[in-house]
Structure formats: C-alpha cells, structure tokens
C-alpha cells in the first residue's frame, strides 16, 4: 500500500462520515478481501502523488536516506593546472 519506512511517523485522520455508510462500506469492502483502513490510506497516497510537487517528493525521500547515502549534484571540481612541472592552485 505505501511506500513509507517501517519507521516513519503517521498520521491518524479522523472524518466525519455516517455510520450507516461506514458499516455498509466496510461490509462490501470485506465481501471484496479488502479492508476500510487500508482503502483510505491508498487513498491518501494516490491524493498525495497527485498533489505534492516533484521537488518536494525528492526532499522529503532525501530526508529519510541514511545519512552516507545522501548523493548531491555538484559540479566537479576544476581540473588542476600545471606550470612547469608544479601544480598550481
């Protein structure tokens, strides 16, 4: 269903919706082999792929690499010069 860590922090939603619709919906969701909670969260991840910005995306899988697997794009550094045989710079 997601695409979280095993360690990340959730959030806990909490909607108003009629209780006779909910206990219909989790029924024939069950009848289907699917579950209410599970249904929402898919929900919420197609929601959030739909709405959240690319770049925001990237930061926020950055944030939860290890810390010695963070790649930054960086330009490489200048190729060193030579002058009679003695580096310079």
Known sequence: MSKQGKNQAESLFKAAFPQEKTEALAIYLDKKGLS??????????????????G????????????AGKLVLDSPEPP???????????
């Open 55 to 66: 770049q925001v995306k990237e930061y926020l899988a950055a944030k939860r690499r290890p």
């Open 79 to 89: 190729a060193r010069q030579e002058e009679n045989g003695e580096v310079l710079g």
């Open 36 to 53: 209410l909670e599970r249904s929402l969260g898919e929900f919420l991840e197609k929601l959030y792929e739909k709405n959240v910005p």
